[in-house]
């Protein structure tokens, strides 16, 4: 099978398509053939090494979290799917896989092919939407009425981040580049900002949530902002956000917290539900095919695209 694969950390010269023989699937896993891919920046940090000490010092690496395709065997005691059935999820594995024809996934990292999609706009969805999901319904409480402000509405999470927060029911505001604000309207945002011309800390209003997707925000400069039992959310693991995730906790009122997604099947299923209601669409900003990989990070690493970035897989 076609597989991308990497010797070194480095930059996106160090990635290589190579032939290697399909993955067979351990107990519990399911091997799937896979049509389409979605990047992440998380796959240019790994592949650059910013996660070593998760992602380990053993060569070669794969890389890719997102896949969407079809069941090619099951392995022992996997129930509920079917060979040649529509699937797609993420890997939360740091081993990765997802950018080659095969990948053996564990059946709880995927779910069935949400109604209507195809394989490039399934792939879209996993990673960042999970990441939505978790952080406004299960770190932020978000729920009917609640005002949630969004920075980085227009990159992959926020896109989905929009949607998500409005099928929970919430008031959304969001804060992007003035160029993508007609894109963030068209996804549900009641109020758009450009930070650019108002500093994050500077919206007007009291907030229930808001999720720093960007993540170039603190808990302390967005306090103000919150409202009395309100969380500041980002997705950006560094120390000074690790300890406010950990000491705000101790906090009957305002809270830091921090994501990080995990694959389940019952979110992805939560997501496809809200897919065949139309109430969640995934935005692809380029489709390329595998063999472009390194120009796929390229342009994830410049942090200005509107959406995902899909690989095709032959
Ligand atoms: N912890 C976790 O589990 C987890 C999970 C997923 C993602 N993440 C992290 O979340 C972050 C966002 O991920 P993503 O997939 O959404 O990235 P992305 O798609 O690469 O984000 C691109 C967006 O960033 C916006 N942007 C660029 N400069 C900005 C600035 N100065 N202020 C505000 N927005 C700016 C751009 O908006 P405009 O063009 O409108 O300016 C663009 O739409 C990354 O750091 C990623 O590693 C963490």
Redesign the pocket.
């Known amino acids: 099978m076609k597989v991308i694969e990497y010797d070194r950390y480095g930059g996106p010269e160090v990635i290589e398509l190579r032939e290697r023989s399909e993955p067979q699937p351990a107990a519990g896993e399911v091997l799937v053939r896979i049509h389409a891919a979605a990047l992440?920046?998380?796959d240019a940090?790994v592949r650059a090494g910013k996660f070593k000490l998760l992602s380990g010092a053993d060569f070669p690496k794969r890389m890719g979290y997102d896949f969407a395709g079809v069941v090619a065997a099951l392995g022992a005691g996997v129930t509920g799917l079917e060979v040649g059935q529509g699937v797609y999820g993420m890997i939360n594995s740091w081993k990765a896989g997802a950018f080659a024809q095969y990948a053996a996934v564990p059946q709880d990292e995927l779910a069935a092919l949400p109604q209507g999609l195809d394989y490039a706009q399934a792939a879209a969805i996993p990673?960042?939407a999970q990441?939505a999901l978790q952080a406004l319904r299960d770190l932020g409480g978000v729920g009917p009425g609640a005002e949630v402000l969004i920075?980085?509405a227009?990159?992959?999470?926020?896109t989905l981040a929009v949607q998500i927060a409005k099928a929970l029911g919430a008031r959304v505001s969001a804060?992007?580049?003035a160029?993508?604000a007609e894109l963030v309207r068209g996804l549900g945002a009641d109020q758009v900002y450009d930070?650019r011309q108002t500093p994050p800390s500077q919206v007007p209003g009291r907030y229930e949530v808001f999720f720093d997707?960007?993540?170039?925000q603190s808990f302390a400069a967005i306090k103000p902002l919150l409202a009395a039992r309100g969380r500041y959310i980002t997705?950006?693991?560094n120390a000074r956000n690790i300890r406010d995730h950990l000491l705000s906790r101790l906090s009957p009122l305002k809270q830091a917290r921090l994501?990080?997604?995990r694959s389940r099947r019952a979110d992805l299923e939560q997501l496809s539900a809200w897919v065949a209601q139309g109430r969640l669409r995934p935005l692809i900003a380029a489709r390329l095919p595998l063999a472009e990989t390194a120009r796929a990070h390229a342009m994830?690493q410049g942090?200005?695209?509107?959406g995902k970035i899909v690989l095709d897989i032959p």
């Open positions: 992440n920046p998380k940090l990673l960042s990441t920075h980085g227009s990159g992959g999470v926020g804060l992007c580049g160029h993508s930070y997707v960007f993540g170039n997705t950006v693991p994501v990080i997604v994830i942090k200005n695209t509107h």
